[in-house]
């Protein structure tokens, strides 16, 4: 398949992309890394009549530490994001789950924005941002809001974003003192998206779990801190309300099951990374 005739725009500046936006509405999509989008092009699952291509955009293409948030620019690679210095002490969460995500060659093309933008609940980077409490940032003619995961994320492959606006940014809270990270996943070989994924924060006083994979959206819960049976119980709560289905892939009895034993083996792991 080839994909339906579309005006092509390189926005030189931010300004440049966001009014061409306002201007084409739903007749437009953005590009950037192009590792979803260009399949659905291909498919004809989409046929904008104008793609704006924001991955040249200057200033959106860094990664900011203002001491309390990593803030990744539009333009950010999810390569680039993986190869950041310091990444492994700031954002030990997402240097966990990046390689995970597709192969280093998609990684190399693919953007950290663009997989929130499009917001599957099997993918490893809503998952993140959800667990972490992080924000996103959008960008219209008429200005910028700055939005919450829980907000943005509204279902499967939808988000709160507005078809004028773009994301421009996405901001990961920094690295708690003395908390442990770990992140882990089940798929059926590397590279696919994830079956489950989890996401857990250990703190000195409770635990933050995030599931991927499940629902329609990334779920988080908040837990003191639990063990043995406690533990086994909670897992066996979360899994049972997130109202998994069978499908082509698993049945719901497995997801619920990977639920379970991943769960525990992802808080294990970090309440043993705590410092």
């Known amino acids: 398949m080839k994909p339906a005739?579309?005006?092509?725009?390189?926005?030189?500046?931010?300004?440049?992309?966001?009014?061409?936006?306002?201007?084409?509405?739903?007749?437009?999509?953005?590009?950037?890394?192009?590792?979803?989008?260009?399949?659905?092009?291909?498919?004809?699952l989409v046929e904008p009549a104008v793609l704006i291509d924001i991955s040249r955009l200057p200033g959106r293409a860094a990664i900011a530490d203002d001491g309390t948030a990593i803030e990744v620019g539009a333009a950010v690679t999810q390569a680039s994001l993986e190869a950041w210095p310091a990444l492994a002490g700031r954002a030990p969460l997402l240097a966990r789950a990046l390689p995970l995500i597709g192969h280093a060659q998609t990684r190399s093309r693919g953007t950290v924005c663009g997989s929130l933008a499009f917001a599957d609940p099997a993918a490893e980077l809503p998952l993140c941002l959800a667990t972490l409490g992080g924000e996103v940032v959008l960008r219209s003619r008429a200005g910028t809001r700055t939005l919450a995961a829980t907000a943005f994320q509204t279902g499967m492959l939808s988000t709160a974003c507005r078809e004028d606006e773009m994301v421009a940014a996405a901001r990961f809270p920094a690295a708690e003192p003395g908390a442990g990270y770990a992140f882990a996943e089940f798929a059926r070989r590397h590279g696919d998206f994830a079956i489950v994924a989890v996401a857990v924060i250990a703190r000195e006083n409770g635990l933050r779990i995030g599931v991927g994979g499940v629902a329609e959206r990334p779920v988080v819960a908040e837990w003191p801190l639990l063990e043995g049976d406690a533990l086994d119980d909670a897992l066996d709560a979360l899994a049972w309300s997130l109202d998994a289905d069978d499908d082509p892939h698993v049945s719901a009895h497995y997801r619920r099951a990977l639920v379970q034993g991943l769960g525990r083996r992802t808080v294990l792991a970090a309440l043993e990374a705590r410092t």
């Not at 005739?5 to 950037?32: H, K, Q």
């Not at 590792?35 to 004809?44: A, G, I, S, V, Y």
């Open 5 to 44: 005739p579309f005006d092509y725009l390189r926005a030189e500046a931010e300004e440049e992309a966001v009014s061409a936006l306002a201007e084409a509405g739903d007749d437009a999509r953005l590009l950037a890394g192009g590792q979803t989008l260009m399949p659905m092009l291909n498919m004809r």
